[in-house]
């Protein structure tokens, strides 16, 4: 399905069946009153803006990235310009609730969070796992969706557009804090991911992969798990205090210790085994991770 490029806040008012916009780079959007538009099946689109929001009574779900959410309980998402979102529309007995936040970059243009906006990796995330808000988290993003609103329905001034970005920082901020609490508090789902971190990398280690295409990547792990890299490495730093390359290492050293204590091959038909092109360079990693070398190691068996 070809997706539908929205490439202004008035054209998505206007798909919407709402007034034109009373600012043309922000809108915040109140479910309850939009008209969505008729459709059969799914409706995909692409906005040329940023979309974050809090959906709560929406029987259908939402498919985005790798996975599809639904949101009975109530949940935030963050969508960048160019992402595809994906779904069915409500259901006529839905008992819609929430907000959406439109963004045009533009806004954002000369403000360090213009430069700075990539360093929150949800925009990221949600192509991946959307946010769980508490009813005090709500109240506290709620709080600040009401602040932007009344200031840009308030007559513009040269401040205007300073406040609104420190408020849109405010948010961001927040829900960056809800998403490292999301990390540790949900803990079976991200006990599961560990554990398929763990059978991956077993497999891997395992498997002929090593010898044929050397050793796993961060991008092979995070593809393998469905899940951005990003994600991935923040979910294993939250959780373990180690990078994802980290656990790629562990796992390395933990074959090598394997393989030097219960056989007899050469450091070279080791290092080759693990899927090192160049003997020197598995020494070196060894020797980094356990401060003894390989032969060091082995000798202490002896």
């Known amino acids: 399905m070809q997706p539908i490029r929205v490439k202004s806040i008035t054209e998505a008012h206007r798909m919407l069946g709402l007034p034109g916009p009373q600012h043309p780079l922000i809108s915040v959007l109140n479910y309850a009153q939009l008209q969505m538009p008729d459709f059969e099946g799914e409706l995909s689109a692409m906005f040329d803006f940023y979309y974050i929001s ?3 009574g929406f029987t259908n779900k939402l498919f985005y990235g790798q996975q ?3 949101f009975d309980e109530g949940m935030m998402y963050f969508v960048a310009p160019n992402q595809v979102l994906r779904g069915a529309g409500p259901e006529p007995g839905d008992d819609l609730s929430g907000w959406i936040l439109l963004i045009h970059p533009d806004l954002l243009w000369g403000s360090p969070l213009g430069k700075n906006i990539k360093k929150y990796d949800f925009f990221d995330y949600a192509v991946n796992e959307a946010l769980f808000l508490s009813d005090k988290e709500k109240a506290i993003v709620n709080g600040i969706i009401d602040n932007i609103q009344m200031e840009y329905q308030a007559n513009i001034d040269k401040f205007s557009q300073d406040i609104i970005i420190s408020y849109i920082e405010t948010l961001l901020n927040y829900a ?4 490292q609490r999301q990390f540790l508090t949900r803990k079976k789902s991200n006990h599961h991911i ?5 059978q991956h990398l077993n497999h891997y280690f395992g498997s002929e992969q090593l010898l044929s295409q050397g050793l796993p990547t ?7 798990l469905n899940i951005s890299a990003k994600y991935l490495g923040s979910l294993l730093k939250q959780l373990t205090g180690q990078t994802t390359q ?3 290492h562990e796992k390395l050293i933990e074959k090598a210790k394997e393989k030097l204590s219960t056989t007899t091959l050469s450091v070279s038909e080791i290092a080759y085994e693990l899927g090192f092109e160049h003997p020197q360079s598995f020494s070196k990693l060894f020797k980094s991770k356990t401060s ?11």
């Open 54 to 56: 809090l959906k709560k």
């Open 68 to 70: 599809t959410y639904d």
């Open 176 to 179: 960056e804090r809800f998403y």
């Open 194 to 198: 560990l554990n398929q971190v763990e």
């Open 218 to 224: 961060v991008q092979y792990l995070a593809d393998a």
């Open 246 to 248: 980290q656990h790629i």
């Open 292 to 302: 003894l070398s390989p032969l060091e190691f082995r000798a202490s068996f002896n």
